[in-house]
């Protein structure tokens, strides 16, 4: 079964130094591979996404992630963190099927000022 | 273009009750997903929709169900209500129902089961 771990609850960063929120993934078939974001009292909002290709993706609002195969991870990076990034990021995968997309528990980014 | 649109956004019952909640899909999406999401844990799937028939279902009781109508909008009844049903439940939309693309959430409907 597909699954995806995220080992941090919280990651704490300054404003202006890089962040890196982890991921971890368990997949049977290629990976399909998803970061949100959700803001306070929210839905969530596509940030990026890996099906094939560049192992580096680019997405929304200066993120990338980097996939990487033999690790089975697909960590989320930015190379300067602002004050508004601060929020709840959930990885997720999509199931071989392809009918559903599994969520990790989620990592809380506080950026400080 | 409007985005998903969920409701009621908040909305308060008492155990036994049930509960019907609402979920207009973008235009041109032909599939609806519902999530459960408790507070502090990530979305949890409920069901998924496309053309109007079942094609995915999360480990939730027969007490969850859902359909989708002819326009694409979709429904989700719990009945009986827990107090463990307490949660954000948000539906999202996206074009196919078997592809690669990312999902759409609506902003969701929190529901209190008093």
């Known amino acids: 079964a597909q699954s995806v771990a995220q080992p941090e609850d919280q990651v704490n960063v300054a404003e202006g130094n890089p962040l890196t929120v982890k991921c971890t993934y368990s997949v049977s078939g290629n990976p399909y591979l998803f970061w949100y974001v959700q803001y306070p009292n929210r839905g969530l909002q596509f940030l990026l996404k890996y099906i094939t290709g560049d192992n580096l993706v680019k997405g929304s609002y200066g993120f990338e992630a980097e996939f990487n195969k033999s690790q089975t991870s697909f960590h989320l990076k930015k190379p300067s963190a602002l004050v508004s990034d601060s929020a709840l990021y959930f990885c997720a995968v999509r199931d071989t099927g392809g009918f559903k997309t599994i969520f990790g528990a989620g990592t809380r980014l506080f950026v400080k000022a | 273009d409007a985005g998903v649109t969920q409701s009621p956004t908040h909305l308060i019952k008492t155990r036994g009750q049930h509960v019907t909640l609402r979920c207009s899909p973008i235009?041109?999406?032909?599939?609806v997903s519902w999530y459960q999401q408790v507070l502090g844990q990530g979305p949890q799937f409920i069901f998924q929709?496309?053309?109007?028939?079942?094609?995915g279902r999360g480990n939730f009781p027969d007490r969850f169900s859902a359909r989708q109508f002819p326009n694409y909008s979709s429904e989700l009844n719990v009945n009986a209500l827990l107090l463990g049903d307490s949660a954000l439940y948000l539906c999202?939309?996206?074009?196919?129902?078997?592809?690669?693309?990312?999902?759409?959430f609506g902003e969701g409907s929190r529901l209190t089961v008093l």
């Open positions: 929709y496309y053309e109007k028939e079942e094609r």
């Open positions: 235009s041109g999406h032909k599939s």
């Open positions: 999202a939309s996206s074009f196919g129902g078997l592809n690669t693309g990312e999902l759409f």
